[in-house]
């Protein structure tokens, strides 16, 4: 059972823009870090950008200066947003929790949510 999910997937053009929540499926709880992870069709699920409680972010090299990361904690809520889409963007979208970020690197926990599909057109 996904204790986390997401939402604000879609069909967008390339150079388009998304903007993925990521909340608690049942009552609100502090997700304190959290990373998002993609997963494009025959690939692994791989990390694109994290959070740390206190707002500082990391991001993979292919997303940087288009992704933001950003959190508003009075709402449990984790935001992705999306901008300069690309088709290699595409995949499906995911939200973890409850894990740890040390300098930067953020070690995934045990909390994930069910994912949104994000489908970039050329």
């Known amino acids: 059972q996904a204790q986390l999910v997401e939402s604000g997937g879609g069909l967008v053009q390339a150079g388009g823009s998304l903007r993925l929540s990521c909340a608690p499926s049942?009552?609100?709880?502090?997700?304190?870090?959290v990373g998002w992870y993609r997963q494009a069709p025959g690939e692994r699920r791989a990390l694109v950008g994290s959070i740390n409680s206190a707002g500082g972010t990391n991001y993979v090299d292919s997303v940087k200066g288009r992704f933001t990361i950003s959190r508003d904690n009075a709402k449990s809520t984790i935001y992705l947003q999306m901008n300069s889409l690309k088709p290699e963007d595409t995949a499906v979208y995911y939200c973890?929790?409850?894990?740890?970020?040390?300098?930067?690197?953020?070690?995934?926990?045990?909390?994930w949510g069910q994912g949104t599909q994000v489908t970039v057109s050329s």
């Open positions: 049942e009552r609100p709880f502090g997700l304190g870090a």
């Open positions: 973890n929790s409850g894990g740890t970020w040390t300098a930067g690197a953020y070690l995934q926990g045990h909390y």
